[in-house]
């Protein structure tokens, strides 16, 4: 991802309020290419707050009635199927600051297990825990991207950095039905955090994307990923009145990349923007539920369905924001916000095989986040820690 030098004064702008400024500071001295990852993981964890601070009693520990045996077996015969050093790099503590360090750019060193070490039958018995915790679309887009990556490397010539294969696997804490543990994906344009305690389960941050997005020729040819985000997003806009589009649309023209929340921002402050879901009408409402719906149902169903009646809850302040045109031959950039999800969508620069000054379709960067306090899980297994001190 490049450097956007203008990313305070556009941000500036499109917030339109005092507490916005705020965070452009604090978002602009962390952004990953300054370095400064290390640093934000060492902070202590709060989660994406808005200037108001943390709204609490959101989450809580409960049955959902949804199994997540199926994703403990798969995870257990995943870990089994290691050697004795595999698994020793690839296991960390459910609580390990681990979790913080996943990053979508291929810069510092991977912990865990990669895929491109892995055997084939080591491969099938990964494939089959994502497939375990992740609906039929959720695990081919996943696949789809990985494959894309590979087409990636192909145009650019460089499969040291971009490659089907690269990408990690690490298990936080040990799969149990009862104590909470999880797995991590980490590679690039497609990072999946997945967090279960009992038959919970919180699937945030995500980020997933691709450069390019069709495979026109290669060993992927037809491959293409990222169409439902992108035209759904805009479905929803055209969808909008006049009255309505100048309260959801922050600026009219889209110069950089302007995504607020991937690597190393769990704990930036964002204040909500856009049009509010109280002031859309019944079919526009449902439309919204259908493009949150796009990101959440990357999950198995029934976590999915969890995790819908918690965004319907809280559908009355759910934001809708936009940056740049609304034709569909536009690049966009749009946000979805409430108390318990935060959703962004980009058209980025190119920055492989050749850059490019301006946003492209064929570029695409997506994330999935879970504000005040429950990225990671962590809300829920702070319950858990108060509740059984460990």
Do not use: C
């Amino acid at each position: 991802m490049m450097r956007d030098s203008r990313f305070p004064r556009w941000f500036a702008v499109a917030a339109g309020v005092v507490s916005f400024s705020i965070a452009v500071v604090w978002v602009h001295a962390q952004r990953p290419g300054s370095r400064g990852g290390a640093s934000a993981v060492s902070e202590p964890y709060v989660g994406i707050v808005t200037s108001e601070g943390a709204k609490e009693n959101l989450f809580r520990i409960e049955s959902t009635g949804v199994t997540t045996q199926p994703i403990r077996i798969a995870a257990e015969k995943f870990l089994a199927g290691l050697t004795d050093g595999q698994r020793e790099r690839t296991v960390f503590p459910v609580d390990d600051s681990e979790w913080r360090k996943w990053d979508n750019r291929h810069r510092t060193p991977r912990q865990g297990v990669g895929f491109d070490e892995m055997t084939e039958a080591q491969r099938t018995l990964a494939f089959d825990m994502l497939g375990e915790s992740l609906s039929a679309e959720g695990l081919k887009k996943t696949q789809d991207i990985m494959k894309l990556n590979g087409t990636l490397a192909e145009l650019a010539n460089n499969f040291d950095e971009y490659g089907e294969w690269l990408y990690w696997i690490t298990i936080m804490g040990r799969p149990s039905d009862t104590e909470p543990w999880g797995w991590q994906l980490d590679g690039h344009h497609v990072v999946i955090n997945y967090f279960v305690l009992g038959d919970q389960v919180v699937m945030s941050p995500v980020f997933m994307g691709s450069e390019p997005i069709e495979a026109k020729g290669g060993k992927f040819k037809g491959t293409i990923v990222m169409q439902d985000e992108q035209d759904k997003g805009l479905k929803l806009m055209e969808m909008l009145s006049d009255t309505q589009r100048s309260e959801a649309i922050l600026m009219n023209r889209k110069d950089g990349n302007n995504n607020l929340a991937e690597a190393y921002k769990d704990n930036i402050e964002l204040d909500y923007a856009g049009i509010a879901g109280s002031n859309l009408d019944e079919a526009q409402k449902k439309a919204l539920l259908n493009l949150i719906d796009e990101y959440v149902g990357n999950m198995r169903e029934g976590h999915a369905k969890v995790r819908m009646s918690e965004v319907k809850r809280h559908l009355d302040e759910t934001y809708f924001a936009w940056i740049g045109g609304t034709t569909d031959q536009s690049v966009y950039y749009y946000r979805i916000h409430s108390p318990v999800i935060l959703i962004e969508f980009d058209h980025q620069r190119r920055v492989a095989p050749f850059r490019t000054s301006e946003p492209t379709r064929d570029h695409i960067h997506t994330v999935v986040r879970t504000p005040n306090g429950n990225d990671y899980g962590k809300d829920i297994l702070r319950q858990h820690y108060h509740r059984h001190p460990h």
